[in-house]
């Protein structure tokens, strides 16, 4: 899921079995696309990815405490929240559904940061019903309308396509797609209290899980570094990078089937991130 520095989209998608993409330019410094198995299909999932956050990117560059239940409507389990090692865990969210209301210290810095960069790598992202709520509750304001049209650009119905997706950022029925980030952990480099700079230490699955798919669901590590305002009495984003690793060895887990995929997503709940 990295990036390579100034450079622009190119053909080398979907099925092309490419092992480096092309990505717009953007004044956020990235690394180099990933190397990969050979295997065609793990390349194109590479090349999904490494365009997920490109786009964001791109379009960037332009200037209560919740418990672990089940949704009675749908049986789902609703998000959990982890258990804090700092003072002031997050208890609120937005209406978009995003954690807010980060306490104005270096722990509440690192708990926004965690949050956004799962939402920033997110399927939701890919929704047009759902992206103007994200962007607005992760962004800062005067960024806004420049990063939504952006956005709507980038992530047109051409690009929807070649992901697998329809118009609605749906997947084809019979598959899930998957897009899902864990922080792993975070720190401040940079602070004054009113700015602060958060790497966030990610691994996250990506990928479409279905029996056609051409884009199997697979895994990746990557660091975000988000700089971060405060503003309107939260934090937000003012801009973010991302980098590869650090990755560990691969583990020699047996790779489970699409249906096990498709099922964990849907019975298995996101985190609340606080620091």
């Not at 602060?196 to 230490?201: K, Q």
């Amino acid at each position: 899921m990295s990036h390579g520095d100034d450079h622009e989209p190119s053909g080398g998608y979907a099925g092309t079995g490419q092992t480096r993409t092309r990505l717009p330019e953007s004044g956020d410094a990235f690394g180099d696309p990933r190397r990969r198995s050979s295997s065609r299909s793990l390349v194109t999932v590479v090349g999904v990815v490494v365009l997920l956050i490109a786009a964001i990117a791109f379009a960037n560059r332009g200037d209560g405490d919740t418990s672990s239940s089940t949704d009675s409507s749908s049986g789902k389990p609703e998000a959990s929240a982890t258990a804090p090692s700092g003072q002031r865990p997050v208890t609120s969210k937005s209406a978009a559904g995003i954690p807010s209301g980060f306490a104005q210290d270096q722990e509440g810095a690192e708990s926004a940061a965690a949050n956004y960069a799962v939402v920033l790598v997110s399927a939701d992202i890919l929704k047009p019903a759902r992206r103007p709520g994200i962007v607005r509750q992760v962004f800062d304001a005067g960024k806004v309308p420049e990063l939504e049209k952006n956005l709507d650009q980038v992530y047109s119905k051409v690009f929807l396509e070649k992901v697998g997706l329809d118009e609605n950022g749906d997947a084809p029925k019979g598959s899930t797609y998957v897009s899902r980030t864990m922080p792993v952990g975070t720190k401040v480099t940079d602070w004054s209290g009113s700015t602060a700079t958060v790497e966030v230490w990610c691994t996250g699955v990506f990928g479409m899980a279905g029996e056609s798919s051409q884009n199997p669901v697979t895994n990746d590590w990557f660091t975000m570094t988000l700089h971060l305002r405060w503003t309107d009495g939260d934090w937000k984003v003012d801009s973010f990078s991302q980098k590869e690793g650090p990755a560990p060895v691969n583990g020699d887990n047996k790779v489970s089937t699409s249906d096990d995929i498709s099922k964990a997503v849907e019975e298995f709940g996101g985190f609340t991130y606080a620091r």
